[in-house]
């Protein structure tokens, strides 16, 4: 049955639904290949998750019901879920909220033994309170056949023990949207979910907050914006909530309204990857001192991929605040630890005005690109707020820059900002006029964010040798391209997509010393939050649309 059903995940991945579940009543050796399995090719398994369920009880199905419908709740990679020994499970399953969890251990009174010196083997920490481990550990475990910690992890729940909430009393207070999960638990269990059970469902367990909410998936997406009451939501381990101060869209909050392609979003959810707050609750192995800290958001969960010498960072982003979780655009937000950068006393609307279109910009002409002072740069559709962030990098870096627009206003207004020259964009090849104003060479950079409508122009308009790096496709993906011309005039193609923590610190130090700084097309009351949305739905925008949550936030 093994065999067939992993044939069939192979085959049909589209059968499992980025899950694979496997329901199998193994044995330690058959457990342990199937473990190594997953970790050399979790491509069998699926999809990101692979969820091993093995003698399960009710209590456990429930939970595991849970990390299909949201998630957030899930690991990243290898999700194993193994009966406890005690009634400490509910608060080792809390430590699904983080996206690096993968291994929910039992607990550690019973079987001290096992879990640690399975841990001092490898080299790693084990929380004397949870023993858990990380999903960065996962594969080096994993990998090693028959390790100790696999059996370590094969204890099972004595019958009738009894599992208490972590952190004591939880009210069943469910927002309709969010029933899901207890509704399955109905369906499966046929009762109310376990009280202790809370603690797992962070959302449930909170006081309400104020989110401006996606009710459902369709276009316009300003249409579908309500400023609602959402649960709040309590850190999990390695994470800080942050009471948000400022949350800036961008395009991508317009790309998850209307439903990410491939991507199968569940409505209502909260959008929003920029973000700037302080910090009013830390998860289980965060520092109290980040408590009180303004921080900026990178929204970008990358995953881990050992640095090598030399080598562009191409680690893929696996999930983005905002797109995969719920995300800035509330009065409290989520995020690993590892996603801030304490700003000190930085003005809130700016940084998060800042953060991603510049992190982006970024990775795209510095990690990417390369660029170099004196270079010529083409940046079309100047309104954008990642296309602003492309001038301000550019212009610091001294190069040439030649932008476009649909709008002339615009153009004048860049310009004003640094930009050498504009070029209207009239729905027509502008790379004539590009050519012109290079002295008919062409430019070294073309960094581009609007895709199809422009793709040809923008191709057109590079000098030999020059590099095209796109980030994004605001008028559509399928582009038709000219490969004559890339390779006769040797260009360089490049995708760029937003940047990790090295990237976000050093462009967030060019902001802390006020050698960039975003340009903010309007700031928005959270009631107003519909008319931000359409704003930038209008194309008509100049920069970044802010939501400002100081304004009689909850
Ligand atoms: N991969 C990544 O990491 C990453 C990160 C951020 C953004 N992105 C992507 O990059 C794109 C831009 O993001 P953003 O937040 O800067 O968006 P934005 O603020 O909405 O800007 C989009 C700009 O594109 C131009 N544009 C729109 N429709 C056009 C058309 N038909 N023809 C020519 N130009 C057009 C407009 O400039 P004018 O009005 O001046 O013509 C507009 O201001 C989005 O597709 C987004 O998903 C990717």
């Not at 858990?132 to 204890?155: E, F, G, K, Q, V």
């Not at 400023?227 to 317009?254: C, F, I, K, M, Q």
Request: overall charge positive; charged content about 20%; hydrophobic content about 45%.
């Amino acid at each position: 049955r093994l065999a067939f059903l992993l044939r069939l995940a192979c085959a049909r991945l589209e059968l499992f639904g980025g899950f694979t579940l496997l329901r199998l009543g193994l044995d330690d050796a058959r457990l342990a290949f199937l473990l190594r399995l997953a970790c050399a090719r979790p491509e069998l398994f699926g999809g990101l998750f692979t969820l091993l369920l093995l003698r399960l009880d009710d209590e456990l199905a429930f939970l595991l019901r849970l990390g299909f419908d949201r998630l957030e709740l899930g690991g990243l990679f290898a999700f194993l879920l193994l009966r406890f020994e005690d009634d400490r499970l509910a608060r080792d399953l809390a430590c699904f909220g983080g996206p690096s969890t993968a291994i929910a251990g039992g607990s550690p009174d019973p079987m001290p033994g096992p879990i640690e010196s399975a841990a001092a083997a490898s080299g790693l920490r084990v929380s004397p309170k949870r023993a858990t481990i990380t999903s960065r550990d996962a594969p080096a475990i994993l990998r090693r056949p028959a390790h100790p910690i696999i059996r370590a992890l094969c204890i099972t729940k004595p019958p009738g023990a009894r599992c208490r909430p972590p952190g004591g009393g939880a009210h069943w207070d469910c927002d309709p949207g969010e029933l899901r999960p207890f509704l399955a638990f109905r369906r499966i269990i046929g009762r109310r979910p376990p009280r202790w059970a809370a603690g797992a469902i962070r959302i449930y367990n909170s006081s309400p907050m104020r989110a401006a909410v996606l009710t459902t998936q369709g276009q316009p997406v300003a249409a579908n914006v309500e400023l609602r009451e959402w649960h709040d939501v309590e850190p999990g381990p390695g994470e800080v909530r942050v009471r948000t101060e400022a949350s800036a869209l961008n395009h991508l909050d317009l790309w998850v309204g209307r439903g990410v392609p491939g991507a199968d979003l569940e409505f209502p959810r909260i959008s929003g990857s920029d973000g700037c707050g302080i910090v009013d609750a830390v998860g289980e192995e965060v520092d109290a001192a980040w408590e009180g800290q303004r921080v900026v958001l990178n929204a970008a969960v990358m995953a881990d991929a050992p640095p090598r010498p030399g080598v562009t960072p191409t680690s893929g982003v696996p999930a983005v605040i905002g797109e995969h979780s719920h995300g800035t655009m509330a009065a409290r937000f989520l995020a690993p630890v590892r996603n801030v950068l304490a700003i000190g006393d930085a003005d809130p609307v700016a940084a998060a005005a800042f953060a991603l279109s510049h992190l982006t910009a970024w990775r795209m002409l510095v990690t990417r690109a390369r660029l170099r002072a004196g270079q010529s740069v083409l940046i079309p559709g100047i309104g954008g707020g990642v296309a602003l962030a492309l001038l301000g990098i550019a212009r610091h870096f001294g190069c040439h820059i030649i932008v476009t627009s649909r709008s002339p206003e615009k153009l004048a207004r860049a310009q004003e900002l640094g930009a050498h020259a504009g070029v209207l964009d009239a729905g027509e090849d502008f790379s004539r006029e590009v050519r012109r104003l290079t002295g008919r060479r062409g430019v070294d950079v073309c960094a581009d964010s609007v895709g199809k409508a422009i793709h040809g122009s923008c191709l057109r308009a590079l000098a030999r040798g020059g590099t095209f790096v796109t980030c994004g496709c605001t008028t559509g993906p399928d582009a038709t391209t000219d490969l004559a011309r890339i390779f006769w005039n040797q260009l360089s193609v490049l995708g760029s997509t937003m940047g990790d923590m090295a990237e976000f610190r050093a462009v967030t130090s060019l902001f802390s010393s006020g050698a960039l700084s975003p340009v903010i097309d309007s700031c928005h009351t959270p009631d107003a939050a519909p008319a931000a949305y359409a704003r930038l739905e209008s194309g008509e925008h100049f920069g970044k649309v802010v939501i400002d949550w100081r304004s009689g936030a909850s």
